[in-house]
């Protein structure tokens, strides 16, 4: 499994702007699918973007699509959620996923999820904060 770290969260207003940033240990980070998921308090995880291995599809949670842009560097091992037009709603633990296994055509329905939830490596999450 790859090691994950995340950083970027913190205290925003509303409207305001945030990038996350999710580091990868080890040589093998292009094999990952990588993305992100939050949980807010109280709420269950919820899925809120993905990219492919290459980088050159991404996949959004209705709820972000239009504010939120993830990115990935395979050269640097790191991949990247910047968000923007945030609103208090988007408070959350954010959490960095890399799935070695889902293949594109289930993608994002099954991205670290089902059968192929055991085999992603999570990160230890940043917490988000959106004031109104």
């Known amino acids: 499994q790859v090691q994950l770290v995340e950083s970027g969260g913190g205290l925003v207003q509303a409207g305001g702007s945030l990038r996350l940033s999710c580091a990868a240990s080890?040589?093998?980070?292009?094999?990952?699918?990588m993305g992100w998921f939050r949980q807010a308090p109280g709420k269950e995880r919820e899925f809120v973007a993905a990219?492919?291995?290459?980088?050159?599809?991404?996949y959004y949670a209705d709820s972000v699509k239009g504010r939120f842009t993830i990115s990935r560097d395979n050269a640097k091992n790191t991949a990247y959620l910047q968000m923007n037009s945030l609103k208090p709603e988007d408070t959350a633990v954010y959490y960095c996923a890399a799935d070695p296994s889902t293949p594109e055509s289930s993608m994002p329905s099954r991205y670290c999820s089902g059968s192929y939830y055991p085999r992603c490596s999570w990160g230890q999450g940043t917490q988000v904060s959106v004031s109104s």
């Open positions: 990219t492919s291995r290459s980088g050159g599809s991404t």
């Open positions: 080890g040589r093998t980070f292009s094999s990952y699918a």
